[in-house]
Structures are given as C-alpha cells and as structure tokens.
C-alpha cells in the first residue's frame, strides 16, 4: 500500500470514527455515546466501520455494529446513527446488520438494539429489498434467535416502515419518550391513504405502544435510562438457551414482616399485590415487565436467594385480578420467556375466573387465555 492509500485509510478512519454532527439534536445522545454507555470500557470492536467511505456525509453507512461485553460477557450490536441522513438502511446498512446476527447466530451471542432509523433509504431502495442478503434476511435471523439468545431492544428515535419489524421481534423494548416511536407509515401517510387526522404519538408513540399495543415494555425519560435498563434486564438472563442466568450474593427481602392485613380476608377486597412480591423476593431485585399494559397482571424477573425467577401475578387493585385477553396473552409471552431461558417462575395467583362478556370472547382465541 502506498503512502497516499495509507493516508487515504487514515482519513476515512477518522471521518468514520467523527462521524456526523449530532448536537442540532441536544435531547438525543450520540450513536457513539449510546454505545459507550451500554458496554464495558475498552471492549468495542467495530464491524464494518468503512463501509461506504467514499461518501464523507455516510460514515459507517449509518448503523455501527460490532461486538463488545456487558459486565464482563461478550454481546453483538446493532446501533443506528441518526446523524446520518436520520438513520435509513441501504445496501451496506442491511449487510452489516446481516453479519453481525450471523454471528450472533454463530456464537449464541445476546444482541442489543440500538434504534433510532426513518426506516428504507430512498435512493437505495434497490439495494435492500432484493435477494438473499436483504432486508428480510435481518428478519428471518431474529426469529431463528428467537428464544435461543435473548434479544434487547432500546427505541431512541423512529422505527419507521419495515424496520418497525426490529423491536417487535426482540425479548424487551424500552422506549425514550418524546422521541421514540414505531410504525409502519407516518400520520401525513394515513391522511392522504384513508382521511384520518392522527398524530405521530397516536399512531406510533412510546406511550401508546407501551399502554395500548404492549410493543413497548417501558417508557423512559432519557436515552441514558433506557440504556441503563437494558444492561441490568441482561443480568437476569443466560447468554443463550443452553444455560442458566447467573446466581448473584443473596439479600433479604426489603420487607419482612407480614401484616394480618396484608391480604384482606374479605374476598372482595383488593390490595397491591406488590406489596406480597416484595416481602418474597431479594430486596430491590424485582423488574416488571409491561408495567404499564394489562394492569391486572404483574409479570417481572427477580431473584429470590440470588437465583433469579420469573414472577407471574394476578392484580387484585386492578378489575380484581380478573384475567383478561390481554393479561393473558401478557402471562403467556412473559411464561414463554422464562420456559426459553430456563428460568422457574412463581405464580401468586388470587383470581377467581377470567372475565367473561360479549367483548372479551370475540377476541378470546385459543393462543391467548387458554394457553395461560
């Protein structure tokens, strides 16, 4: 290699490495940061990083990936760069998306998704969609990872059009609030398609997916929460199906008495039935997931003794802990979760029947509530 290559591999390097200015978006944190946050220091090894270098304004072509650790274990990466042209996938987006689940699928690697994309990149709509390297190829490996590693997803920005598909195929999705959203087409798309006036958070928000569809697991306030979230949700699950989740030094119970009150012995009388959960497991070890969605059942991940379990509980303050379409199908993913990772679950179970009316048995189906 010539001195002029050298220099030229050097510069594209440093333009890779620079990448975009991001600060015209102060509530966002940068791609690099984000990847800093969630990883261990030092252990970024970056795929791909001069992938369309002949383009200055598309540093690494808009998505980084690579592999790196979470508190000492090893993890594949997918962060999306919204400073590049607001993070479309091309051709070389989807490729190296595709080579790092490879690889994931390789080695049974957990992945975490870093996204914040406006979806398809117009001008490379040809590149993307076609064959075997495509953007379906992306899809096809999520499923196949599907319950064999665990697959966590943190919604920074847009999810847009196909690649509203990513998070929806992962274990957990924490969304940034004001900022994230998923969905197949825009408010402006909807009103020309069928007349409707919408808004973006209508269709596709944090909020609504979290309350409403239960794409979203949780809302957070900023990037860094949701980061944060995410690495210690990984703490409770086993790098691939093929072992156990970690057992960590035991704690007591944060509350260990046990009120004659606790539970009321009117049947008719409801209390939280977190003030239970806290009372059996190790103290502050309890993450709900879907805190927000299906609210007359509780399901999170603990440890009691330091060994972690799945926690699946009716809600008796909530529709008296009724089980409903929707808690059902809640308790059964949550159920189906812990079956993958080897996790035993402990059921708190004070509901008398599920709920029966005209509403509830159109959508009762047979994957729903009687597979809870």
């Known amino acids: 290699m010539t001195s002029n290559h050298e220099t030229a591999v050097r510069d594209a390097i440093e333009t890779a490495l620079t990448g975009n200015d991001a600060t015209r978006w102060p ?9 800093a946050l969630l990883l261990d220091p030092g252990s970024w090894v970056e795929d791909g990083l001069l992938a369309n270098a002949v383009n200055a304004d598309m540093p690494a072509d808009g998505v980084l990936t690579g592999i790196g650790t979470v508190n000492g274990r090893a993890v594949a990466v997918i962060a999306h760069d919204f400073a590049v042209k607001a993070g479309p996938w091309g051709e070389l987006t989807v490729e190296k998306q595709i ?40 899809f096809q490996l999520q ?16 999810s847009a059009a196909g690649g509203a598909y990513m998070p929806a195929f992962t274990d957990w999705v924490g969304m940034v609030n004001g900022n994230a959203s998923m969905y197949l087409a825009s408010p402006r798309v909807a009103e020309k398609v069928t007349g409707e006036k919408t ?59 046990w009120p004659t009150d606790l539970i009321p012995q009117d049947t008719n009388g409801g209390y ?18 879907k805190a927000r969605w299906a609210t007359e059942m509780v399901v999170g991940l603990a440890r009691i003794d330091g060994e972690v379990v799945g926690v699946v509980a009716n809600q008796p303050s909530v529709r008296s802990g009724a089980i409903f379409v929707d808690s059902a199908d809640k308790a059964a993913r ?17 509901c008398r029947d599920s709920c029966w009316g005209s509403r509830s048995s159109v959508r009762a189906s047979s994957d729903t509530a009687p597979s809870w």
């Open 334 to 350: 949550f159920i189906s979760m812990c079956d993958a990772y080897n996790i035993p679950f402990l059921l708190c179970r004070t």
């Open 199 to 257: 808004t973006l958070e209508e269709m596709g928000g944090a909020m609504m997916h979290a309350t409403v569809s239960s794409c979203g697991d949780e809302v957070f306030d900023s990037d860094w929460e949701a980061i944060a979230a995410a690495r210690h949700l990984l703490s409770y699950l086993p790098d691939n199906w093929n072992s156990r989740p970690v057992r960590t030094v035991s704690t007591t119970p944060a509350r260990r008495d």
């Open 272 to 289: 939280d039935v977190r003030d239970v959960i806290e009372r059996l497991v190790d103290a502050a070890s309890f993450f709900e997931i």
């Open 99 to 138: 080579r790092i689940l490879e690889r994931a699928d390789r080695d049974l690697l957990p992945v975490f998704y870093l996204v914040d994309s406006a979806g398809g990149r117009l001008t490379d709509q040809f590149g993307f969609f076609h064959g075997a390297r495509g953007a379906s190829r992306i």
């Open 143 to 158: 499923v196949a990872l599907s319950g064999r590693v665990p697959q966590i997803c943190c919604v920074h920005g847009p």
């Open 27 to 35: 509530e966002k944190m940068p791609v690099r940061e984000r990847i």
